[in-house]
């Protein structure tokens, strides 16, 4: 299978906790995106890597919230003192030119 | 105003029928346009691209996009009960897709 991979697919967490998903993107993809949705509406953009560089970070990811990226291929996305509102499916995508090719999620729940 | 728009519906068809959605949005910088397909608990799959104004077909799919209204439509013909499925309309700029809320459709046996 050559697309986009995410680990773990479910993470039920306690609230406080620190949590770490990590996406392996499409081989040769220099682009990597991290989204995040919740029920009922659409994927909302929470960062952007151009090889190992993060281009763009939205509002919505706040201090608490970290991605990486090293050396252009997987990358992982952190968040640190989980709250309730973190819940939510974390979304990846990878592209080489325009069209985005996502992965299956990461569903959080923090209790 | 969000920049994109969609009827969240839902939207419930008899198998057979053609299946209309759209969105409108308010970003002249977008420039490409997409429909995702989502399944309960999955990722968004890529079912429809283009970058002009004017139809794509696909298949059983058309997608519409008119640039000077800002507005996009995809269309469904003969729908399976397998296109049961949440639809997405996404917009990208020069980095960033933004995605619509969303429009939940149901095709009846």
């Known amino acids: 299978d050559t697309g986009v991979s995410q680990d773990p697919r479910h993470k039920i967490t306690k609230r406080g906790q620190n949590v770490t998903f990590r996406c392996d993107p499409i081989?040769?993809?220099?682009?990597l995106y991290w989204y995040r949705q919740t029920l009922g509406q659409g994927p909302e953009f929470l960062t952007y890597?151009?090889?190992?560089?993060?281009?763009?970070k939205s509002r919505l990811l706040s201090d608490r919230f970290s991605a990486e990226r090293p050396k252009g291929s997987f990358s992982t996305l952190e968040i640190q003192r989980t709250e309730q509102g973190d819940s939510a499916m974390y979304l990846c995508?990878?592209?080489?030119?325009?069209?985005?090719?996502f992965g299956s999620g990461t569903q959080l729940s923090v209790l | 105003q969000k920049e994109v728009e969609q009827d969240p519906g839902p939207l419930s068809v008899p198998e057979g029928a053609i299946v209309s959605l759209n969105c409108t949005y308010s970003?002249?910088?977008?420039?490409?346009f997409m429909w995702y397909r989502q399944y309960s608990r999955k990722g968004p799959e890529l079912l429809m691209y283009?970058?002009?104004?004017g139809n794509k077909e696909d298949g059983r799919f058309t997608a519409q996009v008119d640039k000077s209204s800002k507005y996009i439509s995809l269309f469904i013909r003969d729908s399976q009960p397998s296109d049961s499925a949440t639809y997405l309309c996404?917009?990208?700029?020069?980095?960033?897709?933004?995605f619509g809320a969303g429009t939940t459709v149901t095709v009846r046996a």
């Open positions: 890597f151009q090889n190992e560089a993060q281009l763009e």
């Open positions: 995508a990878s592209s080489a030119f325009e069209k985005l090719f």
């Open positions: 970003n002249s910088a977008f420039q490409y």
């Open positions: 081989s040769e993809h220099n682009r």
């Open positions: 283009t970058y002009s104004s």
């Open positions: 996404a917009m990208k700029d020069d980095y960033k897709l933004s």
